[in-house]
């Protein structure tokens, strides 16, 4: 199948990556022409692991093509994807200026029937939005689909190759029966295509991710309590993840959870429930309760030195919002280093990927280190906010030696608290004793 994606970010990278990889001809469309230049040349604009071998094949066999070029994609392509970003707007509902954009940009370049697939995260209601504003502006027929996308960075070849579930929202039988054969190879391990409407199709995605955000935000608040009673969480996900009911995903305590999904859908879904009348208590404390968490291991150090911070100098493993990205999108190392460094201090901090798309968003204020033993030389402690496996590896005897004071703060659990002070340090974990 010839297929147009419209917007080459994350998602659109991916997703048209791997439709390419089974079998079809995909064009990636963006505006930004340094992206599509370097990706013409092989840079690959972000880190995905895998991602840059599967466009290199895909790519010399020609399935896998990029252009700035919307109209000569969409004139090529019998489907087309709108991938573009869906930020928050200042009242923290999703900004839809960059997908009508592009649905005018299709409708004006469509020479005969297209699907139109909207894979970005829009609010309930956006589909008909589409629809309206291409029908403006061509006679051609065409139909709108809704497709929400539940990869996760960090695995997003795998969860796109290997989706849980794919969800197709639309009214329309011949639409709906050429995305099936679309996704057909996806889900041969007999995972399900789920045919609905486009309302509940795009409310699956922000009821999916306000979900997660919720299972995080409870355990936070499970954790802080286990901390003031004597308990440790650590123990008490496993008592209860055990249980069928529950299960063991997204239990975890931590410093809080950043990306470019959770925090916007989350707000941009009260922002939806606002414009019906509804409040919604659930999701507004988890918002809540994120927001805090993020500035935890901030009070964590605070405390420790009795508030003094100025002249004393830390360290920083992991930047991105979570390993095995290099996206800094409200990531909780923002608050923690701009904290720390607005309170007098300075900080040395290090990512395996993230370091350039840091400075990005924390600037020159601390400095970076070209990796995480250097990072440590002459700290005053530690602190780990991005759970990257080669942190684990990491001789604690080797942190030690180079640490001026033995003092970990460990802002996803990573180590065990009792071996780590059997190492001689401090330390101080998330809802750990
Ligand atoms: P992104 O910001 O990485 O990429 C968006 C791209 O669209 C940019 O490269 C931008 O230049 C391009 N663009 C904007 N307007 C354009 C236009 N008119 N024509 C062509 N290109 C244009 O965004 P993303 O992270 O890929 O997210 C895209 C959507 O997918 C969002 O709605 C997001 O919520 C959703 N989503 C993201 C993830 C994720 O993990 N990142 C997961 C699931 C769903």
């Known amino acids: 199948m010839r297929i147009a994606i419209i917007g080459t970010g994350y998602v659109g990278l991916v997703v048209g990556t791997c439709f390419a990889e089974n079998g079809n001809r995909i064009t990636c469309v963006d505006l930004d022409e340094d992206k599509i230049k370097g990706l013409k040349n092989g840079v690959i604009p972000i880190y995905e692991p895998g991602l840059k071998e599967l466009i290199a094949r895909n790519m010399e066999e020609g399935r896998l093509s990029f252009t700035t070029d919307t109209a000569e994609a969409v004139k090529n392509s019998k489907v087309c994807f709108i991938a573009?970003?869906?930020?928050?707007?200042?009242?923290?509902?999703?900004?839809?200026?960059?997908?009508?954009?592009?649905?005018?940009?299709?409708?004006?370049?469509?020479?005969?029937?297209?699907?139109?697939?909207?894979?970005?995260?829009?609010?309930?209601?956006?589909?008909?939005?589409?629809?309206?504003?291409?029908?403006?502006?061509t006679d051609h027929p065409f139909d709108i689909v809704s497709n929400p996308e539940f990869l996760k960075e960090g695995a997003a070849i795998d969860d796109f190759m290997k989706p849980d579930r794919v969800v197709i929202g639309s009214d329309s039988e011949k639409a709906s029966a050429i995305m099936q054969e679309l996704y057909a190879p996806f889900v041969r391990t007999g995972k399900p295509i789920l045919?609905?409407?486009?309302?509940?199709?795009?409310?699956?995605?922000?009821?999916?991710?306000?979900?997660?955000?919720?299972?995080?935000?409870?355990?936070?608040?499970?954790?802080?309590?286990?901390e003031a009673v004597g308990a440790d969480v650590n123990e008490v996900r496993k008592g209860i993840g055990t249980d069928a009911r529950i299960g063991f995903p997204f239990l975890f305590a931590g410093a809080g959870y950043g990306g470019s999904c959770f925090p916007k859908d989350v707000r941009a879904l009260m922002m939806t429930a606002k414009q019906h009348g509804l409040s919604m208590d659930?999701?507004?404390?988890?918002?809540?309760?994120?927001?805090?968490?993020?500035?935890?291991?901030?009070e964590k150090v605070e405390k420790h030195y009795d508030g003094d911070l100025a002249g004393k100098h830390f360290a920083l493993w992991g930047l991105a919002f979570k390993p095995k990205t290099d996206d800094m999108r409200e990531a909780p190392s923002i608050v923690i280093a701009n904290e720390l460094v607005e309170r007098g201090a300075t900080v040395t901090a290090f990512d395996p990927e993230a370091n350039a798309e840091a400075r990005r968003h924390i600037g020159d204020k601390i400095s970076y280190a070209k990796d995480a033993l250097t990072a440590l030389e002459g700290a005053d402690a530690l602190i780990l906010i991005t759970e990257w496996n080669e942190f684990r590896h990491v001789d604690p005897a080797e942190i030690k030696s180079r640490l001026k004071e033995p003092i970990i703060f460990d802002g996803r659990n990573i180590w065990n608290s009792a071996n780590m002070r059997e190492h001689g340090f401090v330390y101080y974990g998330i809802g750990t004793r």
Do not use: W
């Not at 004006?108 to 309206?132: C, F």
């Open 84 to 137: 573009v970003g869906t930020p928050p707007g200042d009242d923290g509902s999703a900004d839809l200026t960059y997908v009508l954009n592009v649905a005018r940009e299709i409708a004006k370049s469509m020479d005969g029937y297209r699907v139109i697939v909207t894979k970005s995260t829009v609010p309930v209601g956006t589909n008909h939005l589409v629809r309206d504003t291409v029908a403006e502006l």
């Open 282 to 298: 659930i999701i507004e404390a988890v918002e809540n309760v994120n927001a805090a968490q993020k500035r935890l291991m901030f």
């Open 195 to 226: 045919c609905m409407d486009p309302l509940s199709a795009e409310m699956t995605k922000y009821a999916a991710n306000s979900m997660l955000a919720t299972r995080i935000s409870f355990m936070n608040e499970i954790a802080s309590l286990c």
